[in-house]
Each structure stands twice: as structure tokens, then as C-alpha cells.
């Protein structure tokens, strides 16, 4: 890869586009990348990421953090090509390959890479020490108070808490106005109310400049908290993508769902087709029957179905006059506490996680050995691939 400067293609025509779309155009990012590593696996992506945030999301060793460093240029692939709009950062075909300083991409790493000897307000600025002394100064100065660190400046990052450390790394980040950020889990050590507070400051700086950001998580929590958009990436492909909601709320795929945050997930045979009602009946174990959506599935088929724990009723008495149509006996076989919650396991034929209430577990008085019953609306249950 010879190419050192920043090439833009032929552009399209400006009347093919309307000027909005054009704006998209121009600071969407394009990927179609392919790189193989010995041992066969193969990170091999399709997709165009447009302004804002879009969550890259997927088990450990998915490829997420080999897709940043394609985008940063610290990985060359072996084929593709990526661009921001027009511009270009690599052409395997072309030879084209941009060094990562022309790239303008900014990096924030999972372990910040702050400089330890530098001031808040020196590692801010190093990225841009090129520039003249009053644009440098004021460029640090509107980014500090952005960040809401400008009484941090003078302070080196062992003197700041982790939630201050992250804002300056994304300040220095950001203060090169880059094309697009990269942020691979910088946020993860950090509470809920700490993140949320960096990501709306975020979001903010975001508004005025329109760029891609890339946050790397292995949070489901932070999918729907914190991103515009999912992209799920599984066994280095593209495997799902859209609004979080839609992404993780019904998943196609059974590792989506285990992400997702689906703790119950079981072999379902279908044994009727109720078309009238939309539903079809599934065994599930030796003895339990499931009314499930309809999909597209043959009598005798095996599929999987996925139940949150947290969408599960219990109770200790038969229920009666209830919508939904799954009321399933069993045995409570154990209670353990997580933090706020009680996940309680219930032997049904299947063993089936239950999430409820301190409250609620006093209130039924519920121990090992108890009887209840589990109820399950219909649309609670989804069917996807294994």
C-alpha cells in the first residue's frame, strides 16, 4: 500500500442529490472490508454507517475491535474499500492505503492512553501541537468547556476520577474534528449515570459537527441506552441492523438473543398451526406446551425460542380469567439475589429463569420446594435460528 494522501473519486452529480442528502453523503461511512487471519477467522463487512451514534455489538472475538482498527488504519484488509463520503481511506484494488494520521479518525481506547506526565489541557492539545499557538489554544479551550473539564486543565489523569480521565480522552478525541470517531467500550468501567452524562455531552458536540460514531459495547444495556442504531456483528459479518429496539427486542438468531438478554432459550417442536389466531402450538421438553406467534414452520419442525426471565409472571395459586394462553406448572428450585432482583430458577419439565421483585418474593413467600405456576403471554415467546 503506496498511497499516502487523502484521494477523493469522481464525485456524483450534485443534481442527482438533494442538498440534505447530499450533506449524508459526504460524512456516511462506507465500509466493505475483508481480512483473513490464520485459524480461519475471516472479518468480512457490508455496510454504510450514517451520522451519529450506531452501537457495534457482538460477543468477544466477533471482529469489532479488528473493524475499528480497519477504519484507524492500524489494520490494513486484504480487500475492500473504505471511505467517509468521497473521501477515501482505503482502495485494496487501487493500492490505496491512508496512514492513519491523514485519516483524521478518532481513536478513544478501552484503556484511554492518556499521558501521564501531560495536563489534562497537554493531552487535549497534543494532537493538535501542529497548529498555530492562538488556534491551538482556542481549540482546546471550546473543547474543555464542551466536556465540562475547563477547571480539570491543569490536572495530570492520576489527579482525575474515571468518569473526568474519559472526558478528556474523547476531548482529545474530538479536538481535531474528525471524520469519524471510534470508540471501543472507553465507557465501560463507568456507572450508568456518569456514562449517560459523557454521552448526551456527546451527542451535543455532535449535533453541530455530524459525524459517525462507533461505539464498541458488550452492554445490552448500553445498546438501548446509548445508540441510534445497532449493528450487530457476529462471527466477523454483519449479521443484524437497525434501531436498537429493532435489533434486540425480537432477534432473528439465537447468539443475538443470549446478548439480547433472552435467559430462557429452548427447543420448541411445533405440533399445530393455529392460523386463525396467528398462534401455533409448540412441546417444549417432555411435557410442556407453549402457545407461540405464528412463523413460517412445518408440523414436526425443532426451532428455538427465546423468553425473558423478566417477562415471566409467577404465582403460587392456578390462575384464572387470564389473557394469556401459557400457564405452566412447576417448582420453585432456587432463589439467589442480584442486587435489586430475584432470579428465581422453576423446574417445569424444563428448567425456566424467573426475574421479580424483593418485594414480590416476600410478598408470595417463595422458598425451594414451592408449587407455582409461570405465566407466558404469547408474544412473549420469540422463535428464531440457532
Not at 458488550?218 to 441492523?241: C, D, P
Not at 439465537?254 to 398451526?273: K, P, S, W, Y
Request: proline letters at 5%.
Amino acid at each position: 500500500m503506496f498511497e499516502k494522501a487523502f484521494v477523493k473519486p469522481p464525485e456524483m452529480k450534485p443534481e442527482e442529490l438533494s442538498s440534505d442528502a447530499q450533506t449524508l453523503h459526504l460524512q456516511t461511512l462506507h465500509l466493505n472490508v475483508r481480512k483473513a487471519f490464520a485459524g480461519g477467522f475471516v472479518l468480512d463487512v457490508h455496510t454504510s454507517i450514517a451520522p451519529g451514534i450506531t452501537i457495534l455489538f457482538g460477543p468477544s472475538g466477533a471482529g469489532k475491535t479488528t473493524l475499528l482498527d480497519c477504519i484507524a488504519g492500524l489494520t490494513a484488509p486484504d480487500a475492500g474499500r473504505i471511505a467517509v463520503g468521497d473521501g477515501l481511506f482505503v482502495d485494496v484494488a487501487q493500492g490505496l492505503n491512508i496512514s492513519p494520521q491523514k485519516r483524521n479518525a478518532g481513536y478513544v481506547f478501552q484503556d484511554l492512553a492518556l499521558f501521564p506526565h501531560l495536563s489534562a489541557e497537554q493531552n487535549i492539545a497534543f494532537g493538535i501541537s501542529h497548529l498555530p499557538v492562538e488556534e491551538k489554544r482556542e481549540k482546546v479551550r471550546a473543547i474543555l468547556e464542551s466536556f465540562r473539564i475547563s477547571l480539570l486543565s491543569s490536572r495530570k489523569p492520576q489527579e482525575l476520577s474515571g468518569g473526568e480521565r474519559q472526558r478528556v480522552a474523547v476531548a482529545r478525541a474530538l479536538v481535531t474534528n474528525p471524520r469519524v470517531l471510534l470508540l471501543d467500550e472507553p465507557l465501560a468501567a463507568l456507572d450508568a449515570a456518569t456514562k449517560s452524562k459523557i454521552i448526551e455531552d456527546l451527542r451535543e458536540w455532535n449535533n453541530v459537527h455530524h459525524i459517525p460514531i462507533v461505539y464498541v459495547t458488550h452492554s445490552r444495556e448500553e445498546v438501548f441506552a446509548l445508540g441510534e442504531r445497532a449493528l450487530i456483528l457476529e462471527n466477523g459479518k454483519v449479521t443484524a441492523q437497525g434501531t436498537p429496539h429493532e435489533v434486540l427486542s425480537a432477534p432473528r438468531r439465537e447468539t443475538v438473543a443470549q446478548l439480547a438478554g433472552f435467559e430462557n432459550i429452548l427447543d420448541a417442536t411445533v405440533l399445530t398451526l393455529n392460523e386463525d389466531r396467528g398462534t401455533m402450538t409448540c412441546q417444549i421438553g417432555p411435557s410442556i406446551l407453549l402457545e407461540t406467534p405464528l412463523v413460517r414452520a412445518a408440523i414436526g419442525e425443532t426451532l428455538r425460542v427465546g423468553i425473558r426471565a423478566g417477562d415471566i409472571l409467577i404465582s403460587t395459586i392456578l390462575p384464572m380469567g387470564l389473557s394469556a394462553r401459557n400457564i405452566l406448572p412447576g417448582d420453585v428450585v432456587s432463589l439467589e439475589r442480584r442486587d435489586m432482583i430475584v432470579a428465581a430458577k422453576v423446574n417445569c419439565g424444563v428448567e425456566m429463569e424467573v426475574h421479580l421483585t424483593l418485594a414480590a418474593r416476600d410478598s408470595l413467600a417463595l422458598e425451594p420446594g414451592r408449587e407455582v405456576w409461570l405465566v407466558v403471554k404469547t408474544h412473549s415467546c420469540h422463535l428464531m435460528q440457532g
